[in-house]
């Protein structure tokens, strides 16, 4: 009996020892395990739509990354620095966008560039360019969804108003003037134009013009009216380029008459030999007139129709029976002259200014 006691304890030793050996180990394994549990972190990252959720025992996210085998551009978007630290105490939660290639075309220029943004709109932000208030994209919107490879291509628009300016002409007014010669004309006042402004919109895409609007005008200037008076006297020029002023023209005939007996019907001894009925002084210059037709006194200027030379200035200081309507007498100092006129058709300017001084009613009479 003593020997199986002693038997018995000397087999329970080991047995004993091993159980404390896996109350040990147990112990270890449960501490092991509640050690992990506490210093485990959870980390959830989004990756275009694609949730994963992670254990790490890994201090920051590039070591959880870099567990995952994650790799990121720098043009990538991730919502946290690579270098934040963990913490066993919340899920972390890390959204990665992934860059897409596109094309932005600005002022005749081409860049392709990585965008992770959800518009174009945004994605041009993101580039530095500033849109204008009137500036647009070409057959897209700034909320559009970004497209791999797409093309962007910006339109610089601006508007600016212009002014013109037109010459607005200016009228002429005439007045007849009864004092100066036909033909002639006198400025009274100079005309000026006017100006008008018209305002236009125009408006450019790129610097070049697309379109011009017309928006309004206004008259900064009022044009002055020329004033012009113009003669009514009727003229004209003498072969030797004496200006001839007349109210009148008849169309007559001329004949030629001297102081001789056979022309007057007096011999030189006779009281009035050489006198004319109005008194006056027979002598070139003079001609006899029905004075029905020309009042005596009358001035008149003798044009010859034809290329015999003109009479020219005379009076009308004289009559003659036979002279009656359209038919004059001219005074001719020699019978040879009056040989010589015979009878010719003649033009009769009854002269506008009676009172002329190259023609002295003292030059005619006694």
Same mark, same amino acid.
């Given at each position: 009996m003593g020997s199986f006691i002693f038997s018995y304890a000397k087999r329970s030793i080991p047995l004993m020892r091993i159980f404390i050996v896996l109350i040990l180990l147990i112990v270890s394994v449960v501490s092991g395990f509640c050690l992990y549990n506490k210093l485990m972190k959870e980390v959830?990252?989004?990756?275009?739509?694609?949730?994963?959720?992670?254990?790490?025992?890994?201090?920051?996210?590039?070591?959880?990354?870099?567990?995952?085998?994650?790799?990121? *551009?720098?043009?990538?978007?991730?919502? *946290?620095?690579?270098?934040?630290?963990?913490?066993?105490?919340?899920?972390? #939660?890390?959204?990665?966008?992934?860059?897409v290639p596109v094309n932005i075309e600005l002022e005749g220029r081409k860049t392709q560039v990585m965008t992770y943004h959800d518009t174009i709109g945004e994605t041009i932000a993101a580039n530095g360019i500033v849109m204008g208030p009137l500036d647009r994209v070409e057959g897209r919107s700034l909320n559009d969804p970004v497209n791999m490879g797409m093309d962007i291509k910006i339109i610089r628009v601006r508007e600016?108003?212009?002014?013109?300016?037109? !010459?607005?002409?200016?009228?002429?007014?005439?007045?007849?003037? *009864?004092?100066m010669n036909q033909g002639e004309q006198k400025v009274i006042q100079e005309g000026v134009n006017g100006i008008l402004e018209k305002y236009y919109k125009i408006t450019y895409e790129d610097n070049r013009i697309?379109?011009?609007?017309?928006? !309004? *005008?206004?008259?900064?200037?009022?044009?002055?009216?020329?004033?012009? #008076?113009?003669?009514?006297?009727?003229?004209?020029?003498?072969?030797?380029?004496?200006?001839?002023?007349?109210?009148?023209?008849? !169309?007559?005939?001329?004949?030629?008459?001297?102081?001789?007996?056979?022309?007057?019907?007096?011999?030189?001894?006779?009281? #009035?030999?050489?006198i004319c009925y109005t008194g006056m002084k027979a002598r070139e210059g003079i001609i006899a007139v029905d004075p029905k037709v020309i009042p005596l006194y009358t001035k008149v200027y003798v044009e010859v129709v034809g290329s015999t030379p003109d009479y020219g200035f005379a009076i009308?200081?004289?009559?003659?029976?036979?002279?009656?309507?359209?038919?004059?007498?001219?005074?001719? !100092?020699?019978?040879?002259?009056?040989?010589?006129?015979?009878?010719?058709k003649v033009r009769v300017y009854i002269l506008n200014e009676q009172n002329d001084t190259r023609w002295k009613e003292t030059d005619y009479t006694k």
């Amino acid at each position: 009996m003593g020997s199986f006691i002693f038997s018995y304890a000397k087999r329970s030793i080991p047995l004993m020892r091993i159980f404390i050996v896996l109350i040990l180990l147990i112990v270890s394994v449960v501490s092991g395990f509640c050690l992990y549990n506490k210093l485990m972190k959870e980390v959830r990252i989004v990756e275009d739509g694609n949730d994963i959720q992670v254990k790490t025992m890994g201090d920051d996210v590039q070591t959880v990354f870099n567990q995952m085998g994650i790799l990121v *551009e720098s043009y990538d978007y991730v919502s *946290e620095p690579l270098s934040m630290k963990l913490s066993d105490e919340t899920v972390h #939660e890390v959204v990665i966008r992934r860059a897409v290639p596109v094309n932005i075309e600005l002022e005749g220029r081409k860049t392709q560039v990585m965008t992770y943004h959800d518009t174009i709109g945004e994605t041009i932000a993101a580039n530095g360019i500033v849109m204008g208030p009137l500036d647009r994209v070409e057959g897209r919107s700034l909320n559009d969804p970004v497209n791999m490879g797409m093309d962007i291509k910006i339109i610089r628009v601006r508007e600016e108003l212009i002014t013109e300016a037109e !010459d607005i002409p200016y009228t002429t007014e005439k007045t007849p003037n *009864e004092q100066m010669n036909q033909g002639e004309q006198k400025v009274i006042q100079e005309g000026v134009n006017g100006i008008l402004e018209k305002y236009y919109k125009i408006t450019y895409e790129d610097n070049r013009i697309v379109s011009r609007v017309y928006m !309004d *005008e206004k008259v900064v200037k009022e044009p002055v009216t020329e004033l012009i #008076e113009f003669g009514t006297v009727p003229n004209f020029k003498t072969a030797r380029g004496d200006t001839v002023r007349y109210r009148k023209v008849l !169309d007559m005939y001329a004949t030629a008459y001297t102081s001789s007996f056979e022309d007057t019907g007096k011999h030189p001894d006779h009281p #009035e030999f050489g006198i004319c009925y109005t008194g006056m002084k027979a002598r070139e210059g003079i001609i006899a007139v029905d004075p029905k037709v020309i009042p005596l006194y009358t001035k008149v200027y003798v044009e010859v129709v034809g290329s015999t030379p003109d009479y020219g200035f005379a009076i009308a200081g004289d009559i003659g029976s036979a002279i009656k309507g359209n038919l004059i007498d001219l005074y001719f !100092d020699s019978k040879e002259a009056v040989s010589k006129w015979g009878k010719k058709k003649v033009r009769v300017y009854i002269l506008n200014e009676q009172n002329d001084t190259r023609w002295k009613e003292t030059d005619y009479t006694k």
